[in-house]
């Protein structure tokens, strides 16, 4: 599709033959006094996106009559000597005579968007800085709640120290007072811990290590509070099935049943319930239901912000941080999931956890492209996704970003080999527990001794046989 703003005919030596008037005021083009055609003035230069000078051997127009191709959609921009820019997204189109494969010239069509160009600037500009504040905000926060925690963790120990001293005579309406203190600065405690998970998920530092595993391993947390429904008089009811596994990191997604949980139990009188099950149809999504008290709906929107206060008081007076559903939010959001609530008023909530389709992540290792492609065809029919390094050192990078389920690696590989991967792996405390299957070439008992001795899980030798890698492959996906 052509751009209309302006229009120049060039001749196959890049002469002008022709323009519309709207070329002359955007490309400058001045008219010679003793020929009275137009020609380009040579105050203005072109530049690349980034600001780099552009050759003229890389013009649009130049590339379409040397090549005979149209060039489509280039972006370019024409500096004044004062440095101001004037930038053009243009279309290149070859002419041709009848039978000629050498263009005889070019249509050069092409629109001003200068002003688009300092919007879209203005607009990156201002999402960097609200990057950066926001990366600032986390940081500020994390310091302060590091500076907190010590203190108050050290007058918690101080109070528990003077109600558990026999020497001290308390009354018993002080005692009650001061473990009434000792009950707020534990508050207090969960609340620094919870803003500084928050902010952890929320700058990268802390990073989701998902595993499958029962359903009951994660709820263990949850259930855990099943005593603490008993005593107000909930009752707490797990209907998961026991067959039903999860992708998830076993302490983080611990948290947030365990979160929800709390949260339902808090909120319910006692006579209700507190419900742990999987819809209907829905396999991936997790439910905790109560009949509880209900949320408002115009709270609803806010119950995720950490920004807004909305905890209240619970049916029997318990408290709250606020934080437990914001931090369970953003781990739900780590995982690639999402955090929905249904709730109303005098009947009660539902929370509902999506968990995104489990595909395991495979790291898959070796410098040959051969040996790579044979791995990969393997583990995806087994549903992984693969992701591809040439040897350890590429693969380091890799992990910073990915976290795997297992990591498949050569033995022998330039720059970092695999026993060099393999040790830097395991003393990394982020990456330490990622299973490792070692590839050699051979059953050398040395070689394989050494990849056990570095803290490999398994090995497998080439040429590698489907029949011996698979199964090996599923006792670490299952």
């Known amino acids: 599709m052509a751009l209309h703003d302006g229009v120049v005919l060039l001749d196959r030596e890049g002469r002008l033959v022709a323009n519309n008037p709207a070329a002359e005021e955007i490309l400058g083009l001045l008219r010679d006094p003793a020929s009275g055609q137009m020609r380009f003035a040579g105050n203005r230069k072109p530049v690349r996106p980034d600001g780099t000078p552009l050759p003229e051997e890389s013009l649009p127009y130049v590339l379409a009559l040397s090549t005979g191709a149209p060039q489509r959609d280039a972006l370019l921009g024409l500096q004044e000597t004062n440095g101001a820019l004037t930038w053009i997204l243009m279309h290149a189109d070859p002419v041709f005579d009848p039978g000629d494969s ?8 092409f629109a001003n968007v200068t002003d688009a160009r300092h919007a879209q600037e203005s607009l990156e500009l201002a999402k960097h800085e609200a990057e950066e504040s926001s990366r600032l905000k986390d940081k500020f926060v994390s310091l302060l709640a ?13 109070v528990d120290l003077v109600a558990s001293d026999s020497r001290t005579a308390l009354s018993n309406e002080n005692l009650e007072a001061l473990l009434a203190v000792n009950e707020r600065l534990k508050q207090q405690l969960t609340l620094i811990d919870e803003v500084l998970s928050i902010t952890r998920l929320r700058t990268g530092k802390l990073r989701v290590h998902k595993r499958r595993l029962p ?13 603490l429904a008993e005593q107000k008089g909930v009752r707490l009811i797990n209907d998961l099935d026991h067959s039903v596994e999860l ?10 049943l365990q979160n929800l949980v709390s949260n339902s139990i808090k909120f319910t009188k006692p006579g209700g319930s507190v419900r742990i099950f999987i819809p209907p149809g829905q396999g991936a999504t997790l439910a905790v239901q109560d009949t ?14 950490t920004d807004i206060k909305t905890t209240t008081v619970g049916t029997a007076g318990e408290r709250g941080t606020g934080m437990g559903l914001p931090l369970s939010h953003d781990i739900v959001l780590a995982h690639g999931g999402t955090l929905r609530i249904e709730s109303e008023v005098g009947k ?31 583990l995806v ?13 590429e693969a380091l990078q890799v992990l910073k970003a990915v976290d795997p389920a297992l990591i498949v690696a050569d033995v022998q590989m330039p720059k970092l080999d695999g026993f060099g991967l393999l040790d830097a792996v395991r003393r990394n405390p982020e990456i330490a527990d990622v299973p490792v299957i070692i590839v050699t070439v051979g059953t050398d008992v040395e070689t394989r001794d050494k990849a056990f001795a570095l803290g490999a899980n398994d090995f497998v030798t080439k040429p590698i046989s489907p029949n011996d890698f698979v199964p090996r492959v599923r006792r670490f996906l299952t």
């Open 102 to 109: 050498r263009p005889k010239g070019v249509v050069c069509s």
């Open 146 to 158: 590091h500076d907190l925690r010590a203190p108050i963790a050290a007058a918690m120990s101080m």
């Open 215 to 227: 359903a009951a391993v994660a709820l263990s947390a949850a259930m855990g509070l099943k005593r």
């Open 247 to 256: 992708a998830v990191d076993p302490l983080l997604f611990g948290q947030v």
């Open 292 to 305: 509880g008290v209900g949320i408002p709906a115009d709270r609803l929107p806010d119950l995720f912000r």
């Open 348 to 378: 009660g909530t539902t929370f509902f956890v999506d968990l995104p389709p489990h595909h395991p992540v495979v790291l898959v290792v070796d410098d040959e492209d051969d040996l790579r492609s044979l791995v990969k065809r393997y």
């Open 381 to 393: 029919r087994l549903g992984c996704e693969v992701v591809e390094a040439v040897n350890g050192e």
